[in-house]
Structure formats: structure tokens, C-alpha cells
């Protein structure tokens, strides 16, 4: 049996750029990973669910769906045998029954990625296809989830992700899971640096030149040109354009309104400033 290690992050944070870093880490074809062959790294879906559950999450709600989440996960890691990666978009959470959806007897630990809110709200507008306030909102809106429209069937299961501080918090001060904790601003500063630390705690050797051939194989120029020749599957339906939009840090400055960037400050300054995105005074920083 493995255990599982939970890739977790708010959308946009910057989840799909490690899990490509890890798969180029891991390969050994002498050229870039195909973005749309990523299977090795789970991503947890309905049809997993149904399979482990042994019944259509469809037909059940989602409290009766999130009690069983947690022994298809512990199904998973039976199953397998190998280093096992789970992303997931959810918080950190419990059950109605007080258990904990991600287990820790089947968890070596928890890699989490964090990422300014301000430009998490440029990024997501673009992938959930609405405006920039209307991304505000979600990322202010403790009560918000993914995939549970009752209109639309969803690919993936219900995702309850609550505010961006709630996100946060549940993941790195709630879990009590070994954490090791990204920001994505650091991996676009250093790559090397900071994808060397994800691959330590996933008990990866030291291996300078594997981790220098990742960087440059998972260089975003790279990932652009692969989706703009073959598309990529795991693009949101709902955005307009490109996955690999821009992925700068502190693109915001561009794109998002004064207004907006104020009502993030205030409902988010603690953790921003927890995490040096803003000064004590409450001012952005870089």
C-alpha cells in the first residue's frame, strides 16, 4: 500500500505547473512531458469515485458523496503500490460525522501551494469565464464550491473550497498533516530552489541535474506551445482563451480595479500579510 500525498492549492495556484515539474523530474525520454499525458498524477474524478464507492455519485447527495470520500481515498492508496500524488482543489475539511475526508493513516503528507489572491482573481475570472468581480466574490464567499451546480453534471465531485483565507487555513492550520508549503512566486523566482524542496519531501534523492532538466523542460514557453499545437484536456470549458494564459506574479497590476484590489485587502489582509503578499501598513508588495 502507498500512502497519498495531496497536491492541494486554491484553482489557479499553480497545481498543474508541479505536477508537470514532477512528471519531467521522473522522466527519463529525453524530451519534455506531454502535457495531456499526466495519468500517473491523480486527479480525483467521479468516475474514481463510482469505481471505489461501488456507486454513482450521481444519484447520492453531497453530504452522503463526502462521507465516502474518504474510503475511496484509503481504496486508492490499497490499490497502490508506488508514489502516489492526489490533487485536490478542496479545503481541508471533516465530514457531518467528524471524520476527516482526507485521511491521515493513508497521507505521507500534504505539498501546498499558495499564490497572491490578486492575482488569483485575474487568473480564475479568466478560467471560470466571468469578471473580475464576480471572481472577487468567490474568492470572499466562505460558503463557495466548484461542481456543485445543480444544473450541470460535473466531471469532478463537489469541491467546497470556501474563502481563500478559509483555503488556506484548513490546509496549513487546521489538518495537522505534514505540510510543505509553495508559493508560487517563489517558483517563479527559483525554480530549482523551490521544486527542490517538493521533491525532498516526496523522499526524492538529491539529483541537481534532474531537477535543472525539469525546470527547463516545464518552462512555461514550453507548456504555451504544446497546448497552442494540441490543445490541453484539462482546460476549463468556461475560460475563452488559453490554460497557460500568462502565469506572471504580479500581473494584477494590469488587470485588476483599485476597488477590487481593496476588497481582497480587506478581507484577506491577515493571511496576506502571513504570507508577504502585502506590508504592515496593508500595502501590496511586489
Known amino acids: ?45 467521479r468516475v474514481d469515485f463510482d469505481d471505489h464507492a461501488g456507486l454513482e455519485a ?6 452522503v458523496v463526502e462521507r465516502l470520500q474518504p474510503a475511496a481515498y ?6 497502490s ?4 500524488l492526489c490533487k485536490v482543489h478542496d479545503k481541508w475539511r471533516r465530514t ?4 476527516p475526508v482526507f485521511p491521515a493513516e493513508v497521507t505521507a503528507g500534504v505539498i501546498y501551494i499558495v499564490r497572491n489572491v490578486l492575482d488569483l482573481a485575474a487568473s480564475c475570472a479568466h478560467h ?31 469541491q ?12 496549513l492550520d487546521q489538518s495537522n498533516l505534514a505540510c510543505q508549503l509553495v508559493r508560487y512566486e517563489d517558483l517563479q523566482a527559483d525554480a530549482v530552489n523551490a521544486f527542490g524542496a517538493v521533491t525532498r519531501f516526496c523522499g526524492f534523492p538529491d539529483d541537481a541535474k534532474k531537477l535543472a532538466r525539469a525546470v527547463a523542460r516545464s518552462a512555461f514557453s514550453i507548456l ?36 477590487l484590489v481593496r476588497r481582497l485587502i480587506d478581507a484577506h489582509g491577515d493571511t496576506m500579510r502571513r504570507f508577504g503578499y502585502i506590508d504592515e501598513q496593508g500595502y501590496p508588495v511586489g
Open 1 to 45: 500500500m502507498a500512502k497519498i500525498t495531496w497536491l492541494a492549492s486554491y484553482p489557479k495556484s499553480g497545481s498543474t505547473w508541479v505536477r508537470i515539474l514532477l512528471a519531467n523530474f521522473q522522466d527519463d525520454s529525453g524530451e519534455p512531458v506531454d502535457i495531456n499525458r499526466l495519468s500517473a498524477f491523480v486527479s480525483y474524478s
Open 224 to 259: 504555451q506551445g504544446q497546448e497552442r499545437r494540441n490543445g490541453f484536456r484539462e482546460a476549463s470549458s468556461e475560460a475563452p482563451a488559453r490554460f497557460f494564459r500568462r502565469g506572471e506574479a504580479g500581473a494584477w497590476r494590469e488587470e485588476l480595479a483599485a476597488d
Open 58 to 63: 450521481s444519484c447520492l447527495s453531497a453530504q
Open 81 to 84: 503500490g508506488n508514489f502516489l
Open 74 to 79: 484509503r481504496a486508492i492508496a490499497e490499490e
Open 128 to 158: 471560470w469565464g466571468c469578471d473580475h468581480a464576480a471572481a472577487v466574490q468567490r474568492l470572499c464567499d466562505t460558503s463557495f464550491a466548484l461542481g456543485a451546480s445543480p444544473d450541470r453534471l460535473s466531471l469532478a465531485l463537489p
Open 96 to 99: 457531518d460525522r467528524g471524520e
Open 160 to 171: 467546497p473550497l470556501g474563502s481563500w483565507t478559509d483555503h488556506v487555513a484548513s490546509w
